[in-house]
């Protein structure tokens, strides 16, 4: 039996995100505008989905006067991620026991 996958964490941007700070204790928006090879406007339109979903906080600060935006996993979002990966085993049999 299948599982619906949450819509939210099919956009490869999300799951992106998702993934490097699932790996990580926190990533600046910069760090996440490298690794996902994105535009500025659409990880800030990416993350903001992901918050309202309380799957990731945001942490707006300053470094040296300029603005420093921190992103961290929270435990609803690794949940999800968690799930969503599950899920996708099943879609693609890794969850057999051949063993």
Do not use: C, W
């Not at 956009?11 to 926190?26: C, D, E, F």
């Not at 603005?67 to 961290?72: A, G, K, V, Y």
């Not at 929270?74 to 026991?97: C, M, P, R, W």
Request: hydrophobic fraction near 35%; proline fraction near 3%; avoid cysteine.
């Amino acid at each position: 039996m299948f599982n619906e996958l949450d819509p939210l964490l099919n956009s490869p941007v999300r799951l992106a995100i998702m993934s490097i700070l699932l790996t990580v204790k926190h990533a600046h928006f910069n760090d996440l505008l490298k690794e996902t090879q994105t535009t500025q406007g659409n990880l800030s339109h990416q993350l903001k989905k992901l918050h309202e979903a309380q799957y990731i906080y945001i942490e707006k600060t300053y470094k040296n006067n300029y603005p420093l935006t921190i992103i961290s996993l929270s435990e609803k979002g690794k949940i999800a991620f968690e799930t969503y990966v599950e899920n996708i085993k099943k879609y693609l049999h890794l969850n057999e026991n051949n063993t």
